[in-house]
């Protein structure tokens, strides 16, 4: 599930905007996540990760951050057992 937002344009030009991506996991573990920023063809800079899960469990630490083109890749460690992850990027991009 994805959707697109601009949250605002910088005087350069670039502009912050966020993207979605929503997970499933049936067990506990690290799990590689990937969320495009559709409004961007090349995102520059992550701004901030917001995870959230149903029902609450721990959503994870994202480490080893891989940006290509308007896609960020990381990897969640410890994301906890039986959950839905709404995962929403924010970053600088244009």
Avoid: C
Avoid at 28 to 55: D, M
Avoid at 61 to 89: R, Y
């Amino acid at each position: 599930m994805t959707r697109e937002q601009i949250l605002n344009t910088l005087y350069d030009g670039d502009t912050i905007a966020k993207g979605t991506a929503q997970y499933v996991f049936a067990t506990a573990g690290n799990y590689a996540i990937v969320v495009t920023i559709p409004n961007h063809r090349e995102t520059e800079q992550v701004l901030q990760y917001k995870l959230s899960t149903n029902p609450t469990t721990d959503p994870g630490t994202p480490t080893n951050e891989v940006i290509t083109g308007n896609v960020i890749g990381v990897t969640l460690i410890g994301v906890g057992a039986g959950t839905t992850l709404d995962a929403e990027v924010t970053a600088v991009g244009w």
